[in-house]
């Protein structure tokens, strides 16, 4: 009985895959089943079956990512457990943390800029800091023969990577040329060191004296005591401390009380060819950009004027730049050049005014932000265009600047492009002068 049963289990478990067996033939001779279970394939009888993925719809795009998380997921360096001086110096930056925020907002434009050549180069996050540690990411001029630029490149390394640097135009100012030239330094130094804190110590120190203080040693092989324990300057041990504490605040802001400012599209940069040269000035009124915005995107020319020649470019903000091609596109070549802010000295109208200058009184207009046939009020300054005055002036070129919180002669000196020496003289100042929150500085500009 027990064999009887065990034979009708066989039988009935054959039968069973012979079912099985006879169904998958179905439906693989079935002629849409290809299309729907079939994810191997093979080209002859006896040929080993390739595979072949799965077509998966696309996912839905996610949320942009901020420049923040941009940067965060680029980090490579320690961070805040770095070292005791790390935190130091991350406290030190954090100490005013609204301004901390507010020099950042004020940054955010040429970061996001330089954030999108750090990305291009698959450089660390960190390296996009290096113009706060520098300048605040302000575009500062040399002094004497010093550094310069949001970088702080000094001259001879700028020469010698093809950027121009003289009296009237340093490209060490050029956003974008002083961008190319920092991140090719970076790449050069890692090549030569293997290690991202020896590229920093270099950019700041130079490769020459970080190799002579390696003494032969690999930088990747040094703990971060070691590390900090090479024979290099106090203030270059420190450059590396910042950097990496600025990488520690971003990642943890909270820890240090900071708020980290949000991104404005409208404030991206884009790059615009402009046909001839232009007075920045000029420029500024037909983007409807402040005169002191446009030079800090736009610092390469000391002087008034951008270089002439098809490569003409201007930086500006998302936002102005459509209204700055209209403008543009209704100006002839040769009204682009150099012009003068003067003051009216009897009353008169735009369109006399454009009569006695030989322009176009559009142009005027637009140059000044006024309407076609306005009157003009004595004393009114207005730009003009031409290098020397035109009208009678007793005073020629002249501005004027309010004083706000925070400023000081130094400061409002750069700004407008002025020999302090000069701001001082115009306003019966010296040194010592103490600034008045409202109170009205006169400015004559660079050419008067």
Known sequence: MRCAAHRSWWQLAVTFLLSILSACSAVQNHPDATKTTQIFTSTTKNAEPEFKALELAPLPPGPALTPWQRLRQRFALPGCGYSDMVMAEARRYTRQPQRFSENWRDAMPLLMLVLDKIEQHDLPGEFALLPYVESRYRQLPAKSNGAAGMWQLMGRTAVDRGLRVSRSHDERLDALAATDVAI????????EFGDWRAADLAFNAGEFRVKRALAGHLASDLSAEGLASIKLNATTHQHLARLIALACIISEPQRFGVTLPDLDPAMVLQEVAVPAAIDLRLAAALAELP????????????????QSGPTTRLLLPTINVDRFKRALADLPGSNLGAWHIQRIESPTSLDELATILKTNPTVLAMANRLEPGISLRPGQSLLLPGAQADLESDEGVRETHTIK???????IAHRYRVSLKNLLRWNSLTHKSILRTGSTLRIRAASS
């Open 184 to 191: 090719e330094l970076i790449e050069r130094y890692d090549r």
């Open 291 to 306: 005169v002191a915005d446009l030079f800090q995107f736009n610092a390469t020319w000391i002087g008034q004027t951008t």
């Open 405 to 411: 919180p925070g400023d000081t002669l130094s400061a």
